[in-house]
């Protein structure tokens, strides 16, 4: 069992940047393939980029690539997911998510563990 928490989210103006943060509950972190996933307002919750369980590996939804890095500390069972030169398309709820095993994966259903979510606004 996983419990995760997002938090760092808030209000940038297109340009800046911001950093999330996932902090799981657990001792077996390091077993996880984490990602971060995005849902704006009345759309259906889409992918952002995952991590595999050392860290060696990460992936990206082409809109975000080049912008977005997601990085973890196994030994602070932390993810992370820093945010440059945003965009107020990138507006939405961000959410962390946690898969076991070192399978890719970047659909909502693959992954077994969610957390809350937190909100992240850029104005124009």
């Known amino acids: 069992q996983v419990q995760l928490v997002e938090s760092g989210g808030g209000l940038v103006q297109a340009g800046g940047s911001l950093r999330l943060s996932c902090a799981a509950s657990g001792r077996t972190f390091s077993s996880y393939t984490m990602g971060w996933f995005r849902q704006a307002p009345g759309k259906e919750r889409e992918f952002v980029g995952g991590?595999?369980?050392?860290?060696?590996?990460?992936y990206y939804a082409d809109s975000v690539k080049g912008r977005f890095t997601i990085s973890r500390e196994n030994a602070k069972r932390t993810m992370y997911l820093q945010m440059n030169s945003l965009k107020p398309e990138d507006t939405a709820v961000y959410y962390c998510a946690a898969k076991y095993g070192s399978r890719w994966a970047a659909t909502v259903q693959e992954y077994d563990y969610w957390g809350q979510g937190t909100q992240v606004t850029v104005s124009s």
């Open positions: 991590i595999s369980w050392s860290g060696g590996n990460t």
